[in-house]
Nanobody, 125 residues
């Protein structure tokens, strides 16, 4: 019933751009903080960017600041991650996740209860 579905991944050249989407079904995202996380083979899962339920607070990993932008469109029940100036080290499976916590503005993976199945992003070199 409560599902998150990522889309928009693919293969791009260094310096290229992708826009990832996270669409919710079975519930509304209005009252959830949403996070984007990624994991590359042999590496730990990393928080990329998170946005509070109101959209008023955003967080970015230092490695993506200035290149990635998170946004949400509650009318479409969708959260986006715009990725510009992509680098080979951005290659990973990207997941979106939802946290139903009051006034939550953080980006800790353990606080996110519901997860999508992921979408692959590959940046060639």
């Amino acid at each position: 019933q409560l599902q998150l579905v990522e889309s928009g991944g693919g293969l791009v050249q260094p310096g290229g751009s992708l826009r990832l989407s996270c669409a919710a079904s079975g519930f509304t995202l209005d009252y959830y903080a949403i996070g984007w996380f990624r994991q590359a083979p042999g590496k730990e899962r990393e928080g990329v960017s998170c946005i509070s339920s109101s959209g008023g607070t955003t967080n970015y990993a230092d490695s993506v600041k200035g290149r990635f932008t998170i946004s949400r469109d509650n009318a479409k029940n969708t959260v986006y991650l715009q990725m510009n100036s992509l680098k080979p080290e951005d290659t990973a499976v990207y997941y979106c996740a939802a946290a139903y916590l009051s006034d939550y503005e953080g980006c800790a993976s353990d606080d996110y209860r519901y997860w999508g199945q992921g979408t692959q992003v590959t940046v060639s070199s």
